[in-house]
């Protein structure tokens, strides 16, 4: 077997999540306990994969970024808007979502 074919189908693996990634998709929020506390968020926000919280991808803001943040390292943009079925609204990037089911 050429190792390279392993390479080769974990990145069309990642790939195919990525594209998955969209509006209407169904993700679990994926963060670590430190990026949580930089968000201001406490609770069920910081535990296991089975509590993060779970929610739907309601709007991709990718045409609007441009990268600039007017030098501020608060409010910066995120990507995705994602409405958690906990009733509140978050903004994410990309590595901050994992895909639970594409739409």
């Known amino acids: 077997m050429d190792p ?3 390479d080769s ?3 069309d693996s ?3 999540v990525a594209a998955s990634l969209q509006v209407g998709a169904r993700v679990r929020l994926v ?3 430190d990026d949580a506390a930089g968000r201001g968020e ?3 926000d910081t535990g296991s994969d089975a ?11 990718a045409g609007t970024l441009d990268g600039d943040t007017g030098g501020r390292t608060w409010a910066v943009p995120h990507r995705w808007a994602v409405a958690l079925d906990d009733g509140r609204l978050v903004f994410r990037d990309d590595d901050d979502l994992e895909v639970v089911e594409a739409e």
């Open 9 to 11: 189908n974990d990145a």
């Open 14 to 16: 990642n790939d195919a």
């Open 51 to 61: 509590d993060a919280p779970l929610g739907r991808v309601v709007d991709d803001y």
């Open 42 to 44: 406490t609770g069920s």
């Open 31 to 33: 963060q670590s306990a």
């Open 4 to 6: 390279n074919d392993a």
